[in-house]
């Protein structure tokens, strides 16, 4: 295989789900982290391989890719193997499921998420509308109708899916924690996903740095 490099911030849930999926599929990769506050990302090198400038950024020894959904899934369907094919599984309805929570996070959860954190980070903003939590809340409640008789998001396998959605879900605790009373197959698929051996390197560890930082800014729901 040729040289693996990621590109991108702890900070960012689509790039902790990409490290996620390298680590369970055991690949050796470098990770190079990227100052977008200092501008890195707007850099011609980086351009070059992403003219949208955004994280994560992949390079598979000269083939760049960005938006961590088809990272993931070209990751998997290229170096998948002795069993980990099932992350991605390549029987098309079971990949079907896969594609429809991949589309649900990037569509449903991942703006409800941004529409909470983004005034918080980028405009400084420390007044949450009580509205944007019950649309939280009720992302939770969709994930929760996900897991009803399966252990993992789509399926009795993990998958991708899993990995995205954690990577969210494990930064949006700060604003809405998950009750096992309210929401019990998402709050266990949530310790299932924790007990995975690469799960406090590629996304526990890191997302403790991002809700500090949440936390710091002193919001308040109103």
Known sequence: MGKLTLYGID??????????????????????????????HLKPEFLKMNPLHTVPTLDDDGFYL????????????????????????????????????????????????????????????????????????????????FLKSTDYLAGNNLTIADFSVIAVLSGMVVFLEVDARKFP????????????????EANGSKVTQFTDFLKSKNFTIV
């Open 66 to 145: 960005y938006d961590s959904h088809a990272i993931n899934a070209y990751l998997v369907a290229k170096y998948g193997k002795d069993g980990k094919e099932s992350l991605y599984p390549k029987d098309l309805q079971q990949r079907a499921i896969v594609d429809q929570r991949l589309h649900y996070d990037s569509s449903v959860f991942g703006s409800t998420a941004r529409a909470i954190t983004f005034p918080l980070i980028r405009e400084n903003q420390t007044e949450i509308a009580q509205a944007k939590i019950d649309a939280l809340s009720g992302v939770y409640e969709s994930l929760n109708l």
């Open 11 to 40: 900070g960012s849930p689509p790039v902790r789900s990409v490290l996620l999926t390298l680590n369970a599929l055991g690949l050796p990769f470098e990770y190079k982290v990227i100052n977008l506050f200092g501008g890195d």
């Open 185 to 200: 197959n998402l709050a266990g698929w949530v310790q299932r996903i924790k007990k995975l051996p690469y799960y406090e």
